[in-house]
T-cell receptor, first 114, second 112 residues
């Protein structure tokens, strides 16, 4: 029962570097999401996807890019890392249909940009 | 999605019941009330959700006011492992793909 798997768990970047945060789910969920959480704050939505090939911006998309080539994977790309992107990043997924509408979250990636 | 209001923090003794309140005075008729919690250094996890009637599951109970303008998450016997941030979130049942919107939640401390 892997659920939502995020890699890496921790990463330190220098300003201007780029990286991809990986997210994979094995529950055949159509919907996937990327959130960031700054210290002491709630989660803010970065991007989301309702299915392979379809992505849309959330509340704080600037500085990030996503792609969804398969149902299972939803990577988040940081092109030019900035200190303001220091945060914990959570990926989530949920099944289609409103009856349950439960989002399942990964364990998070803690990113520091120095 | 309509807004919710929760206390910033609450404290409970171990093995005692905990009632976590949430106000949502602008709730619409199609909004579901969801509760998630986030344990330290972990991602959020689903706790319970409901529309109009009170709901029970293995983790907690959800009591919904008759006018639906408030709700209460009930942990029947708090344990140290229940120390977490609890989020009350409204989600429109007619919305197909709108993501959950998280506020700051209530930080629950459990004292041994």
């Amino acid at each position: 029962n892997a659920g939502v798997t995020q890699t890496p768990k921790f990463r330190i970047l220098k300003i201007g570097q780029s990286m991809t945060l990986q997210c994979a789910q094995d529950m055949n969920h159509n919907y996937m999401y990327w959130y960031r959480q700054d210290p002491g704050m709630g989660l803010k939505l970065i991007y989301y996807s309702v299915g392979a090939g379809i992505t849309d911006k959330g509340e704080v998309p600037n500085g990030y890019n996503v792609s969804r080539s398969t149902t299972e994977d939803f990577p988040l790309r940081l092109e030019l890392a900035a200190p303001s992107q220091t945060s914990v990043y959570f990926c989530a997924s949920r099944q289609t249909g409103l009856a349950k509408n439960i989002q399942y979250f990964g364990a998070g990636t803690r990113l520091s940009v120095l | 999605d309509a807004k919710t209001t929760q206390p910033n923090s609450m404290e409970s003794n171990e093995e005692e019941p905990v009632h976590l309140p949430c106000n949502h005075s602008t709730i619409s008729g199609t909004d579901y009330i969801h509760w998630y919690r986030q344990l330290p250094s972990q991602g959020p996890e689903y706790v319970i959700h409901g529309l109009t009637s009170n709901v029970n599951n293995r983790m907690a109970s959800l009591a919904i006011a008759e006018d639906r303008k408030s709700s209460t998450l009930i942990l029947h016997r708090a344990t140290l492992r229940d120390a977490a941030v609890y989020y009350c979130i409204l989600r429109d049942g007619n919305s197909g793909n709108t993501p959950l919107v998280f506020g700051k939640g209530t930080r629950l401390s459990v004292i041994a």
